[in-house]
């Protein structure tokens, strides 16, 4: 391979951070990193926590241990919006300005931030902080958020919610370390199922783990077998939480029974759908059930090596699970010879840095490889040729989750609970105009107006609308409250379950501004491989401000075209961000007073 690299040389410190990562090239040789074009994510993080940019001598050094044109890797830099490649100071305060933490306040902690420092990316006076807006950083229980990063040789990340105008514009005046006392998501609902540890044990012990039952599930497994294990996921019937709703016992089975090797497991915890935190509450909260469940379920698919990969914006999260996989290794729960049972299987952390694209599963196999996050086409299917080009089971964090339960209970136990077509619990992030927002567990089936109740929910007669699934969703009126919360329940009133997002606006909420938000994250967040999404976001995002600044001037045409583009971007999208990012504009059609109208 022909490498080309300018003259531009890293910085000692930038140097260390690389080394850290990949070992001391002293010797000059990159013998040891030829083939290890994956580690180029973890590299990038490491300079970007030690500089807060990554220079153009960094990026050099970094192709150099890696063999990887520094042309390649400038793409996959400038693909992610977590990093940055012109200089920024130390510390940055990232303000979530999405739709929850928007219809929280946010607005005015950046109107702050803009008084005294001016608009989103300026430096404060003396070049040691600067601020930014930011999309959904998956606290929208607690909004509005902000998400604290400071580089250096003890670099920070601390998620900071809620955060108020004072305290932003402090944050950057001390441009320095942070204590921040963490406030554990709300939980509710009944049965507590895959929440029975959340705020009840100490995260990073796994003797508290194993204590209140962890552990258990695995020692069965390995009892069952692996047939016998595949057999009664398939006999739960249980469906994918993250939005596809593909049964993952039909998964299991064919990268059990694909010739290939090796096969990988990966657990999709790039939780980015604005509205979405309960993967995050599981991965911060009860760490070890996580690692026990990708464990089953590497055993019955004969997985030999997992990934998590998290995203970028959740650092306790990172934080957990990485604590949990070294005390599980050391315990000797992972590893050569899992439990003593001639099982061998370990589990590296993948931090994401900021591509909602990139919890697509082939986008994110990408970005495990070191290339730039986007979808490939399919078929082939990734129970096929996944990860590495090797047949891959992948799952987002609640589907792997309901693991030990199946195994523990079996799978006709499981699938007794719910509804026939929906079995189990499901997890729903409550958001909004309700009192006590948080992740809250429920069966299958249960109305939406009884889940609003627990959760403290305004009266039915002042809900405006409720937005179902994440910006990926769609709206619903009050005329959907007494929808069962279920796969088909929800085909049938034309609405989706998504990912859980249940966001609640009272009827004085404008909800045009809430849709030209969607509009914007869509268009921001589109890889830009396909025409139809590449054009239509934005055409969709233009469409609505024009509606916005001149209703009936041309409004007919606007509300033809939006139906239009949406309908491209469904048919002809090479991804689910293309097919879906007209959902809510289209929805939100239905629901009265929320377009303008145009003059007869």
């Known amino acids: 391979?022909?490498?080309?690299?300018?003259?531009?040389?890293?910085?000692?410190?930038?140097?260390?951070?690389?080394?850290?990562?990949?070992?001391?090239?002293?010797?000059?040789?990159?013998?040891?990193?030829?083939?290890?074009?994956?580690?180029?994510?973890?590299?990038?993080?490491?300079?970007?926590?030690?500089?807060?940019?990554?220079?153009?001598?960094?990026?050099?050094?970094?192709?150099?241990?890696?063999?990887?044109?520094?042309?390649?890797?400038?793409?996959?830099?400038?693909?992610?919006?977590?990093?940055?490649?012109?200089?920024?100071?130390?510390?940055?305060?990232?303000?979530?300005?999405?739709?929850?933490?928007?219809?929280?306040?946010?607005?005015?902690?950046?109107?702050?931030?803009?008084?005294?420092?001016?608009?989103?990316?300026?430096?404060?006076?003396?070049?040691?902080?600067?601020?930014?807006?930011?999309?959904?950083?998956?606290?929208?229980?607690?909004?509005?958020a902000a998400l604290f990063t400071l580089a250096g040789s003890e670099p920070l990340d601390v998620q900071i919610a809620p955060i108020d105008p004072g305290r932003a514009v402090s944050l950057l005046a001390e441009s320095g370390p942070v204590t921040i006392t963490e406030a554990p998501t709300h939980v509710g609902g009944a049965p507590r199922r895959l929440l029975r540890r959340v705020n009840v044990i100490d995260p990073e012990s796994l003797d508290a783990y194993c204590e209140h039952g962890g552990y258990r599930a695995l020692t069965r497994a390995f009892e069952l077998g692996r047939e016998r294990v595949v057999e009664e996921v398939l006999t739960s019937k249980l469906l994918g939480r993250g939005g596809a709703a593909f049964p993952a016992g039909r998964k299991m089975q064919a990268v059990a029974s694909a010739p290939a090797r090796p096969h990988y497991l990966v657990c999709n915890a790039d939780e980015s759908e604005p509205g979405t935190f309960k993967d995050r509450v599981l991965m911060e909260r009860d760490p070890f059930a996580i690692i026990e469940a990708m464990t089953i379920a590497?055993?019955?698919?004969?997985?030999?090596?997992?990934?998590?990969?998290?995203?970028?914006?959740?650092?306790?999260?990172?934080?957990?699970?990485?604590?949990?996989?070294?005390?599980?290794?050391?315990?000797?729960?992972?590893?050569?010879?899992?439990?003593?049972?001639?099982?061998?299987?370990?589990?590296?952390?993948?931090?994401?840095?900021?591509?909602?694209?990139?919890?697509?599963?082939?986008?994110?196999?990408?970005?495990?490889?070191?290339?730039?996050?986007?979808?490939?086409?399919?078929?082939?299917?990734?129970?096929?040729?996944?990860?590495?080009?090797?047949?891959?089971?992948?799952?987002?964090?609640?589907?792997?989750?309901?693991?030990?339960?199946?195994?523990?209970?079996?799978?006709?136990?499981?699938?007794?609970?719910?509804?026939?077509?929906?079995?189990?619990?499901?997890?729903?992030?409550?958001?909004?105009?309700?009192?006590?927002?948080?992740?809250?567990?429920?069966?299958?089936?249960?109305?939406?107006?009884?889940?609003?109740?627990?959760?403290?929910?305004?009266?039915a007669d002042a809900v405006g609308a409720i937005l179902l699934g994440g910006a990926a969703g769609g709206f619903v009126g009050r005329s959907a409250l007494a929808m069962p919360l279920s796969f088909e329940g929800a085909r049938a009133a034309g609405a989706t379950l998504g990912s859980g997002v249940v966001m609640v606006f009272d009827s004085k909420t404008a909800l045009f501004p809430v849709l030209q938000r969607i509009a914007r994250f869509f268009r921001d967040e589109s890889c830009g491989q396909c025409v139809p999404c590449r054009v239509g976001t934005v055409r969709q995002e233009e469409a609505l401000q024009r509606l916005a600044s001149s209703p009936n001037d041309g409004a007919t045409i606007d509300l033809t075209l939006l139906d239009d583009v949406a309908r491209v971007m469904r048919d002809a999208s090479i991804c689910g961000l293309g097919q879906t990012a007209a959902n809510a504009v289209v929805s939100a059609r239905t629901l009265t007073g929320v377009f303008p109208e145009a003059t007869p």
């Not at 739709?99 to 040691?128: F, K």
């Open 298 to 459: 590497a055993f019955a698919a004969q997985c030999e090596h997992g990934f998590i990969y998290v995203r970028g914006e959740y650092p306790l999260a990172a934080r957990r699970l990485a604590l949990a996989t070294e005390a599980a290794r050391r315990a000797g729960l992972l590893g050569n010879d899992v439990m003593n049972r001639g099982f061998a299987f370990d589990i590296e952390i993948r931090r994401g840095a900021g591509a909602y694209i990139c919890g697509e599963e082939t986008a994110l196999f990408n970005s495990i490889e070191g290339k730039r996050g986007e979808p490939r086409s399919k078929p082939p299917f990734p129970v096929e040729v996944g990860l590495f080009g090797k047949p891959t089971l992948i799952n987002n964090v609640e589907t792997l989750a309901n693991l030990p339960d199946i195994v523990l209970e079996g799978g006709a136990a499981y699938a007794r609970i719910g509804t026939d077509e929906s079995t189990g619990t499901r997890l729903f992030c409550i958001s909004g105009a309700v009192r006590s927002p948080g992740v809250y567990e429920v069966p299958h089936g249960t109305a939406l107006n009884s889940l609003l109740e627990l959760a403290g929910a305004i009266d």
């Open 1 to 144: 391979m022909d490498l080309h690299f300018t003259s531009a040389a890293p910085t000692p410190e930038e140097r260390d951070a690389v080394d850290a990562v990949l070992g001391d090239a002293s010797d000059g040789s990159n013998t040891s990193t030829r083939e290890r074009r994956h580690l180029l994510l973890p590299v990038l993080h490491a300079i970007h926590a030690r500089a807060g940019w990554i220079s153009a001598g960094a990026l050099n050094y970094a192709c150099e241990r890696l063999v990887v044109p520094p042309a390649d890797a400038y793409g996959v830099v400038t693909f992610y919006a977590m990093f940055a490649t012109t200089p920024r100071p130390p510390a940055a305060v990232h303000v979530c300005d999405d739709i929850a933490c928007a219809s929280a306040g946010s607005g005015d902690v950046c109107r702050a931030l803009e008084a005294e420092y001016g608009p989103s990316g300026s430096w404060s006076e003396d070049g040691r902080a600067m601020w930014l807006r930011s999309p959904c950083l998956g606290l929208c229980d607690r909004a509005p």
